[in-house]
């Protein structure tokens, strides 16, 4: 069984721009949570998406966004870049909320 | 241990001794609790897991103790190998908030052979 899968595997991109980070789950799963990894902050929880509906949102500001397609594939995105948001991006699979997170090997975008 | 925000703990142990990580959750309301192992490069990589309603779990050179009275999280490695090298992170389940997992900053272990 496919594990999940995230592209791009690297990213960078300059101030301003936005960017698109993309999530294929565990065949089966339908939640889908994003997380943000960082040396200082640790995993930071972005937003889960269970059956296309957006169930929880953790505390980053609008410019932070996702959606779910109904094959249960997530899309991130992140518009207006600023140089705090270089981490690692990482998207977790599982069969519903309550169950372990299987995750992929993220993203790691770099702004300049 | 393991708090959100603070430097990562260190933990270096010999090849063939037991290794045990601590971890202190936040939320006596969680109950649901995941050990996940972090190699360079890769994305969290489960463990074990166990509920509120278990004080101990083992599975393959892995023990997780739970003591709610107190909040505490714990994963015993025995015989450790280079290859348990790796940043582990607990990961508490609040159901009260809809079901989302909240993660410590992790604990750095290095195995010397």
């Known amino acids: 069984k496919a594990g999940v899968t995230q592209t791009p595997r690297y990213l960078i991109k300059t101030r301003g721009q936005q960017v698109t980070l993309s999530c294929s789950p565990i065949?089966?799963?339908?939640?889908v949570s994003w997380y943000q990894q960082t040396p200082g902050q640790g995993l930071q929880f972005l937003f889960e998406?269970?059956?296309?509906?957006?169930?929880n949102k953790g505390n980053f500001p609008g410019r932070f966004s996702g959606r779910q397609f109904s094959n249960s594939r997530s899309e991130m995105n992140v518009s207006t870049l600023e140089l705090g948001d270089s981490a690692l991006y990482l998207c977790?699979?599982?069969?519903?909320?309550?169950?372990?997170?299987?995750f992929g090997d993220g993203t790691r975008l770099s702004i300049l | 241990g393991e708090s959100v925000g603070l430097h990562l703990p260190t933990l270096s142990v010999q090849e063939g001794d037991n290794s045990i990580i601590n971890c202190a959750y936040s939320?006596?309301?969680?109950?649901?609790f995941i050990w996940y192992k972090q190699e360079s490069g890769k994305g969290p990589q489960f463990i074990i897991d166990?509920?509120?309603?278990?004080d101990k779990r083992q599975g393959q050179r892995v023990t997780v103790l739970l003591n709610k009275t107190v909040k505490h999280l714990s994963l015993q490695i025995a015989a450790t190998q280079p290859g348990d090298s790796a940043v582990y992170f607990c990961?508490?389940?609040?159901?009260?908030?809809?079901?989302?997992?909240?993660f410590g900053t992790g604990t750095s272990l290095t195995v010397i052979p």
């Open positions: 939320n006596s309301a969680s109950d649901y």
């Open positions: 977790a699979s599982s069969t519903s909320p309550d169950q372990p997170q299987h």
């Open positions: 990961a508490e389940l609040f159901s009260n908030t809809g079901n989302q997992f909240y």
């Open positions: 998406y269970f059956s296309e509906t957006q169930r």
């Open positions: 166990i509920r509120s309603n278990m």
């Open positions: 065949s089966g799963h339908r939640s």
